[in-house]
């Protein structure tokens, strides 16, 4: 049965994270934006006037002449994505959860909520049997880092299964939103700390990586150490990994893990998903986030100079866009599969989309 467009909500819309939602959703096959929601010091201007746009792409007509809602109001969308700071997002995504509404949140606060799936679609689609079917809950995106980590992981755990990882992250700025770090604090510099980000990085693999059994999921029994600096680059995570597994791999055996993971065939089909999330890169002296950041589409893991490691049994050096893959790009690729598996609440089954 074929069907309009399913209409859908931005909140947090005009922030660098928001920003990148409208962009993604302009003329998006499956999804029509229909409304924006933002701070009060915002709501009741048209989108065009409310927003300082930082992105290289017009600003779309469309989004530009929707007016600003405040967010928390009520909305007759279904499927709302969620671009709020984590200062207020818990109790305002709660809430829509509670009425219904199916909230893809890019904030940390439900991230490890045991009824909440903590979603690469690629790595994990199962875990989204944690949503029932037309009752409304929240589905959240992974922390930036996270997801580059994770997509890189998933073929080694799947073949040797991973015991211990130690990664080292140099994170662009943008992933400090706008207007981000200080540039006296970060030009001609590298900063040691970012709050939150090592306990993040340390437990969200584990859920994502973890089986889902008995209506909950059961952590995967890895153990990871991590060391998160800021990096004067503007879009891109550059991480260094080195894994220990429990079976030890040749480097052959690794080069084809990586290279030949495919991820689920309704993974694949959908709109927003790379042709393939993995790409190992054989030649020295990369990944490098200016080269490959953004590899098709922005939504694609680049792996390189993977090695015998003398203290561990791998060691590579991924690159990762923090604010597509990261953010907007993997939230979006969620509400797709939530779609495809009929999460959304009030769409039939049987909906296909109609085309543009």
Known sequence: MERERISVAVLGATGSVGQQFVTLLANHPWFRLTSLLASPRSAGKPYREAVRWLQPDDLPQEAGDLMVGTAGQPLSESLVFSALDAEV???????????????VSNARNHRMVPHVPLLIPEVNPGHL????????GIVTNPNCSTIGLALALKPLHDAFGVARVHVT???????????????????DNVVPF????????ETEPRKILGQLSGGQVHPAEVLLSAQCTRVPVLDGHTECVSVLCHQE?????????????????????????????????????????????GSERGMRVTVGRLR??????????????????????????????????????????GWTPARI
């Open 89 to 103: 997002a818990g109790e305002i995504e709660a809430d829509y959860a509670r009425q219904g509404k199916l909230v």
């Open 194 to 201: 970012i709050s939150g980000e090592e306990e993040k990085m």
């Open 169 to 187: 992250t140099l994170q662009a700025v943008s992933g400090a939103g706008y207007p981000g770090v200080p540039s006296l604090d970060i030009l």
């Open 249 to 293: 791999p040749g480097l052959a055996q690794a080069e084809e893990a990586i290279s030949g993971f495919q991820p689920p065939e309704e993974v694949a089909g959908l709109p927003s998903a790379p042709k393939s999330p993995l790409l190992l890169l054989p030649q020295g002296g990369v990944p490098q986030p200016r080269l490959h950041r």
């Open 129 to 136: 049997e944690l949503i029932e079917p037309g009752k409304g």
């Open 308 to 349: 015998a490691c003398p203290v561990q049994h791998l060691r590579f050096v991924l690159v990762a866009h923090n604010t597509l893959r990261g953010a907007a790009g993997g939230a979006l690729l969620c509400g797709e599969l939530a779609l495809a598996r009929g999460k959304v609440p009030g769409v039939e089954p």
